[in-house]
């Protein structure tokens, strides 16, 4: 997910329950905590691009080095990132220009 999330991001993650109302909501562009069933010892954060059949699309904000649906298939969310803990607090950016 470089260069939005670098290897020792702190993230804050709030939990997404499947068929909730308030909060559980999960959107293109956001970015997310899931799982492949295909790999479901592998927890990733990627981006989501699309709700498909099984779960959502995820895609890594650097198509180069990343392990995402396009490996794995549909993904399940299991949590929608809300925030950097640490080194720089604050909102995660929205997907890099030049990014499709």
């Given at each position: 997910m470089s260069p939005t999330v670098r290897s020792g991001d702190r993230l804050l993650?709030?939990?997404v329950r499947p068929g909730s109302r308030s909060g559980g909501r999960v959107r293109?562009?956001?970015?997310?905590?899931a799982r492949f069933p295909a790999r479901p010892e592998l927890l990733v954060v990627k981006r989501v691009r699309r709700a498909v059949d099984g779960?959502?699309?995820v895609e890594g904000d650097?198509?180069?080095?990343?392990?995402?649906s396009r490996s794995f298939g549909p993904?399940?969310?299991v949590g929608?990132?809300?925030g950097r803990l640490?080194?720089?607090?604050?909102?995660?950016?929205?997907?890099?220009s030049g990014v499709a």
């Open positions: 993650a709030r939990r293109p562009g956001d970015v997310v905590l779960g959502h699309w650097n198509p180069f080095a990343t392990d995402d993904a399940v969310v929608r990132i809300v640490w080194p720089r607090p604050g909102r995660l950016p929205g997907r890099p």
